[in-house]
Structures are given as C-alpha cells and as structure tokens.
C-alpha cells in the first residue's frame, strides 16, 4: 500500500480538496459577476471533486489487498479507515448534501453541515497522506 503511486494518490487527493474547496471556489464568488453564478459552478466543482474522491479512494483500497509485508500492515489498517470515512464523507455530501443545497432548502444549515463534511474529508485525506509518509520501523 505504501508503493509511491499510493502516496502520489493520497497526496493528489489531499491535495485537490484543498485546491477547490479552499482556493478555487472562495474564489468564485469574488470574481464572478453574481453569487447564483458561482454557487453554480462551485456545485459543478463539487460533483467532480466527489468523482476525484472517490476513485482516489478505491484505488488505495484496491492498492490495500495488495499489502504484503508485514510492517506495512500497521500502516495500512490505520488508514484503512480513514479511507472508507473520506468516500463516504464525499458521496454523502453530493447525495446527501447537495441536493438539499441545490433546492435552497433551508440553505444556511445545509451549507453547514456540507462545509464540515468537506473539511473533515480533507482531514481523512491529510491522515491518509500522512500514514501512508510516515517511517515505518524494520523488524530485524
């Protein structure tokens, strides 16, 4: 599990979380011309990152079964769960979440409740990231 291409994709998925809910979406609503606007395509932006979170996770846990060793099994575990926890955070808000958003129901607790599902995503995506970075010790 701890391969570099494991790393690479816990960092890209931590990564593009922070990129598009904490960059590029506050960014919207400062440049473009309306809020409707940009809560639009920051719900396009949303659903892709929901895409991106959920194929990033599959693959590390297809990448999971293919652990071996017995020193990388600690490490795997401990993220294993974190894994699981950030794809259901991820499909959650988009089916969840957003569709309540998107009605403009009660929008103020919506937006909340799906704010804090995206940050405790990307702090599941940091944990994976850094479990997976971590040294692990040799057994000699």
Known sequence: MTSRLSICVAGFWWAS?????F????????????PSLAGGM?????TAQTWVSSLCGFFLLLQSRNTRS???????QAAMV???LGMLLALLAEF???PHIMARENLRLWHSVGSGMYVLQW????????????PRQSAV
Do not use: E, R
Not at 42 to 46: D, E, G, M, S
Not at 70 to 76: G, L
């Open 23 to 34: 960059l590029v979406v506050p960014m919207l609503f400062v440049y473009l011309p309306t």
């Open 82 to 84: 974190f894994i699981v």
């Open 96 to 98: 969840g979440v957003a």
């Open 70 to 76: 017995s020193s990388a099994a600690a490490s795997v």
């Open 123 to 134: 702090v599941c995506a940091a944990t994976i990231f850094w479990k997976l970075t971590a």
């Open 42 to 46: 920051a719900a396009k932006l949303f």
């Open 17 to 21: 979380l922070g990129t598009v809910g």
